[in-house]
């Protein structure tokens, strides 16, 4: 087997075995666990990237307002 192969077996071991244990501590079942995981890291960028969207149409909308007109014929 090569290396990479050998450390992504390592990895999933160890990791599984993490929910395992957390699963078999809350009594629930290990793809439950794993799947909140998942579904919660989509979440949390989910709700950074909304946030970056909002702060960005601030700061446009801040632009438009307080444009600076060098005459009143600017308008």
């Excluded at 090569?2 to 629930?28: P, Y």
């Excluded at 794993?34 to 702060?55: A, D, E, K, P």
Aim: proline residues 1%; hydrophobic residues 50%; charged residues 20%.
């Amino acid at each position: 087997m090569s290396f990479i192969t050998n450390i992504r077996h390592f990895f999933e071991k160890h990791g599984f075995e993490v929910l395992q244990r957390l699963s078999d501590r809350l009594g629930m079942r290990p793809t439950n666990v794993r799947l909140f995981f998942i579904y919660i890291s989509f979440v949390t960028v989910g709700l950074w990237f909304g946030v970056y969207l909002t702060l960005a149409f601030l700061l446009r909308l801040k632009d438009m307002v307080y444009t600076k007109r060098s005459s009143v014929f600017d308008l």
